[in-house]
């Protein structure tokens, strides 16, 4: 006799972003480490961290590998569990 069962998957997908910008002179490396871990605990993607630092300094470049070229994709199945019907 057959049986339902439901597979749960995990899947993590890494994407590359590169973003050129000019750093004004007034401001310190120290500044822009600042502003760089601001940056990374308020995103929530790549396209965030440009659209941040965009608001305040001139972007020269910006590229993406989203969503057609993923840097690393990890699949496992982390739960497998009968079904009642």
Not at 49 to 66: D, E, I, P, R
Request: no cysteine; glycine share 4%; hydrophobic share 35%.
């Amino acid at each position: 006799m057959s049986k339902k069962v439901r597979v749960t998957v995990e899947e993590n997908v890494t994407y590359k972003h590169e973003i050129e910008l000019v750093q004004p002179e007034n401001v310190s490396d120290e500044k822009m480490e600042e502003l760089y871990d601001r940056a990374e605990k308020r995103a929530q993607g790549g396209d965030d961290v440009h659209s941040m630092l965009a608001q305040s300094f001139n972007v020269t470049k910006y590229s993406t590998g989203f969503p057609r070229s993923p840097l690393n994709v990890e699949v496992e199945i982390i739960d497998v569990m009968d079904v009642k019907e």
